[in-house]
């Protein structure tokens, strides 16, 4: 019997637990409308409810907006034209559209400060198109890209003469001015501009000695093959009066010059 009490029991309160679980579905039409408002359905002022009712007698009126009298006239929904939510989006899109303009303006001083760089800085001079295609080959007496021999080509007697005179260490110590100058050119931090012109003026200097040295190889040939006409004609005829005393090498020069006419 007392088996059969625990059992009605224990029957009864499982009942009763399932029952308590079911939930009744909240349809109040004041909470329904205003979860529309605040959503996003439009902010109807006749949906304030409950109403004044006829001739504003209705007290759950007064008990509910008495204490709210301005809130049916302003548009509280977070999604409204001038809601929070609408303008935290505009903030955003904002911030967004700051953040790209700083990324475009900092791109900017990223790629003109790197362009800067490349255009002072003295360790890409190699890879300039215009030392490339032009002033590379110009310099390359300087710079070893091509023959630097200063005595090619000419005979062992010019050679001598040149190197007892001192001709070559002039030319060589010019040479050596003009190369570090170039070197120095090339390497120093300096506007592209500024570096294109240094290159032009050490141009300029540098045909103006090769001039020089191509004048004075064949000025040192000529002398040396008048001397050797003139000891040639003073040993086959050393009466003659080119070779009378008192009489300057150039004399004698243009002598044998006038003779051999």
Same mark, same amino acid.
């Given at each position: 019997?007392?088996?059969?009490?625990?059992?009605?029991?224990?029957?009864?309160?499982?009942?009763?637990?399932?029952?308590?679980?079911?939930?009744?579905?909240?349809?109040?039409?004041?909470?329904?409308?205003?979860?529309?408002?605040?959503?996003?359905?439009?902010?109807?002022?006749?949906?304030?409810?409950?109403?004044?009712?006829?001739?504003?007698?209705?007290?759950?009126?007064?008990?509910?907006?008495?204490?709210?009298?301005?809130?049916?006239?302003?548009?509280?929904?977070? !999604? =409204?034209?001038?809601?929070?939510?609408? *303008? $935290?989006?505009?903030?955003? @899109?904002?911030?967004?559209?700051?953040?790209? &303009?700083?990324?475009?303006?900092?791109?900017?001083?990223?790629?003109?400060?790197?362009?800067?760089?490349?255009?002072?800085?003295?360790?890409?001079?190699?890879?300039?198109?215009?030392?490339?295609?032009?002033?590379?080959?110009?310099?390359?007496?300087?710079?070893?890209?091509?023959?630097?021999?200063?005595?090619?080509? !000419? =005979?062992?007697?010019?050679?001598?003469? *040149? $190197?007892?005179?001192?001709? @070559?260490?002039?030319?060589?110590?010019?040479? &050596?001015?003009?190369?570090?100058?170039?070197?120095?050119?090339?390497?120093?931090?300096?506007?592209?501009?500024?570096?294109?012109?240094?290159?032009?003026?050490?141009?300029?200097?540098?045909?103006?000695?090769?001039?020089?040295?191509?004048?004075?190889?064949?000025?040192?040939?000529?002398?040396?093959?008048?001397?050797?006409?003139?000891?040639?004609?003073?040993?086959?005829?050393?009466?003659?009066?080119?070779?009378?005393?008192?009489?300057?090498?150039?004399?004698?020069?243009?002598?044998?010059?006038?003779?051999?006419?």
């Amino acid at each position: 019997m007392k088996k059969i009490n625990i059992i009605w029991l224990l029957l009864f309160l499982f009942s009763t637990g399932t029952m308590a679980q079911n939930v009744k579905r909240q349809t109040d039409k004041h909470i329904v409308n205003q979860q529309e408002r605040m959503v996003h359905k439009q902010w109807d002022r006749k949906k304030f409810t409950p109403t004044s009712g006829f001739l504003g007698l209705n007290y759950q009126y007064w008990l509910t907006w008495a204490w709210h009298p301005n809130y049916n006239k302003t548009d509280r929904r977070p !999604l =409204s034209g001038t809601g929070p939510q609408t *303008l $935290r989006m505009g903030m955003v @899109l904002a911030m967004q559209q700051t953040d790209e &303009a700083y990324k475009k303006h900092t791109d900017t001083i990223r790629n003109v400060a790197v362009t800067e760089a490349l255009n002072y800085s003295g360790l890409v001079t190699d890879a300039d198109p215009l030392w490339l295609l032009y002033y590379r080959r110009e310099f390359g007496n300087l710079t070893g890209d091509t023959d630097t021999d200063p005595l090619a080509g !000419l =005979s062992p007697d010019v050679g001598d003469y *040149l $190197r007892n005179k001192g001709l @070559l260490e002039w030319y060589n110590e010019e040479r &050596a001015e003009l190369k570090e100058r170039l070197e120095a050119a090339r390497t120093t931090t300096l506007d592209r501009g500024s570096r294109i012109m240094a290159y032009h003026r050490l141009l300029g200097e540098h045909r103006k000695l090769l001039s020089a040295w191509e004048a004075k190889k064949n000025y040192a040939a000529k002398f040396l093959l008048l001397s050797k006409s003139r000891d040639r004609l003073q040993s086959e005829n050393p009466d003659l009066p080119e070779f009378s005393g008192g009489r300057s090498d150039v004399q004698i020069a243009e002598d044998i010059l006038k003779r051999n006419q």
